[in-house]
């Protein structure tokens, strides 16, 4: 049930068919550059789209912005120590500020990094470290129709053999995403994490969490990890995180704010600082974020995630955001759109695939799917198929991602019927052509522009 009603309106609307085709014309067919005030319903992230709570309004006018010793940073570190059992905080502009941190510390040329699967910023920052970024998704992870309770899992089969064939002493860290973003936000088990965190102690790496959506991966313990029936999401959250030696932290997530991040150490033993993971995080953060107890936030930002992720793992929170993301695949499968499943934590995806037969995967299935929901609603999602992943062999899947606590069940009815109505003339969906796209291949589907193949 949810435990909340709207304090505050933002007035959105729909644009006239005629604009929003003027709309897509003009944006290149990329939903990237399509302006907001053009969106009716904004799926295209979770990410600092959320609505805050009251207390993390009023917390704001607390902000202490004292360049050193502010005590919003002290409410910070508060938080992240209750919450997720770290004592050791680096504040940092957002999730890949944090990477930057703790990585850059961490990886060099030519090492190798594993993880469940890499979201793109990670991926990037240990390519631009030199590392190789190597996913270990287990198997079904990428099917929209295999069964299974934790998809988002780690495997060990893949992690091992990535080690035999590059040596132990050139794996210097190992990841876990917890949910797996890449792997349509499927959750990872405690069990899982324990193995992991074994692996890694085996090959003496650095155990490293990527925590952007531990609420939500602990509400779908939960409710699927026998173990952990009974148990309440903070104390999952704090047991699965335990595992890990140091955490990674985009507070635009479950930190529930607009912006912000972190990296956290654990406890480490005494000795030089030069031999310290958070003494190096920290010299690092001063040279790429800011000074330690503010890290390229304001003190008020620091305060409302301070008291977002106390919220975050508050009954009955993580289970209302949960079960708002299956209701919305409920409504799109109903629909009779083909639905990934399991339902992941933070969206739902669509396999455009499925959908357009007809639609090669050079025209693009996937953004096809992007510019027909927007076409057809105003609804703003994301590609994530062989546009945002040129070459890679992967599921034609369209995002739909939910901003937390934002929208009723009337804008995701409204999805569902735009949804529907493209379905219904699925046979006549022509698909995109590029007409220009920035050199980096990684980084194409956030400008590259398109048109209609004729
Ligand atoms: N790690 C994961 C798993 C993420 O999903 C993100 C961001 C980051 C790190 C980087 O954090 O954006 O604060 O710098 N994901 C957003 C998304 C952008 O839409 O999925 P950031």
Same mark, same amino acid.
């Given at each position: 049930?949810? &435990? ?5 309106v ?5 644009? =006239?068919?005629? +604009? ?9 067919? &990329?939903?990237? &550059? ?11 992230? #979770? =990410? ?15 902000? #202490? ?39 850059g ?6 090492? @190798? ?19 190789d ?6 198997? !079904? ?10 998809? !988002? ?9 990535? @080690? ?8 210097? @860290? ?11 936000g ?10 992991v ?30 173990? *952990? ?28 704010? &607009?912006?912000? %991040? ?13 031999? +310290? ?19 390229g936030?304001?003190?008020? #930002? ?18 209302a ?14 629909? !009779? ?15 455009? %695939? ?34 945002? *992943?040129? !070459? ?5 899947? @369209? ?22 109505a493209?379905?219904? +003339? ?28 004729e």
């Open positions: 049930m949810r &435990n909340y009603r709207a304090a505050m933002e007035p959105i609307s729909l644009p =006239s068919r005629e +604009r929003r085709e003027a709309v897509l014309e003009e944006a290149g067919y &990329n939903a990237f &550059n399509v302006a907001s005030e053009d969106v009716y319903v904004d799926l295209l992230t #979770d =990410s600092g789209t959320g609505t805050m709570s009251r207390d993390q309004w009023a917390a704001l006018m607390r902000g #202490d912005e004292s360049y050193a010793g502010s005590r919003s940073f002290g409410r910070l570190e508060e938080a992240v120590a209750d919450v997720m059992g770290f004592p050791n905080v680096v504040p940092c502009h957002q999730g890949r500020g944090a990477e930057n941190v703790l990585y510390c961490l990886v060099g040329e030519g090492d @190798v990094v594993l993880n469940n699967a890499h979201f793109d910023t990670t991926r990037a920052h240990v390519a631009n470290l030199g590392g970024p190597v996913d270990c998704p287990v198997e !079904g992870a990428r099917d929209p129709n295999a069964p299974g309770d934790f998809k !988002g899992n780690f495997s060990l089969d893949r992690a091992r053999e990535t @080690v035999a064939e590059a040596g132990a002493e050139n794996v210097p @860290v190992v990841v876990l995403t917890i949910t797996n973003n890449s792997a349509a499927q959750p990872v088990s405690v069990a899982n994490t324990r193995e965190a074994d692996f890694a102690r085996g090959i003496d790496a650095t155990f490293v969490i990527d925590a952007c959506r531990f609420a939500e991966n602990a509400e779908f313990v939960r409710r699927r990890e026998a173990e *952990f029936t009974g148990d309440t999401v903070a104390e999952i959250a704090r047991e699965q995180l335990s595992y890990a030696d140091a955490l990674v932290m985009s507070g635009k997530k479950e930190g529930l704010a &607009n912006v912000g %991040g972190f990296a956290a150490v654990a406890e480490e033993p005494e000795g030089e600082a030069a031999d +310290r993971l958070f003494e190096r995080a920290k010299q690092r953060g001063i040279l790429y974020e800011g000074f330690p107890t503010y890290g936030m304001a003190g008020r #930002d620091m305060e409302a995630m301070a008291v977002g992720l106390r919220e975050a793992v508050e009954p009955p929170y993580p289970e955001r949960l079960d708002q993301v299956a209701a919305f695949g409920d409504l799109l499968a109903d629909a !009779g759109l083909p639905v990934y499943r399991p339902v992941g934590g933070h969206a739902v995806y669509l396999d455009a %695939g499925e959908l357009f037969p007809n639609v090669a995967p050079d025209e693009f299935p996937g953004q096809t799917l992007v510019r027909e929901l927007y076409r057809e609603g105003g609804v703003r999602c994301v590609e994530l198929g062989s546009f945002a *992943f040129p !070459g890679a062999d992967r599921p034609e899947l @369209v995002r739909l991602a939910l901003p937390r606590r934002t929208y009723a069940r009337e804008h995701l009815e409204h999805v569902a019927d735009a949804g529907a493209v379905l219904d +003339r699925r046979e006549a969906v022509r698909g995109l052509e590029i007409v220009s796209e920035p050199p980096v291949p990684e980084l194409r589907h956030f400008s590259a522009e398109l048109r209609p193949v």
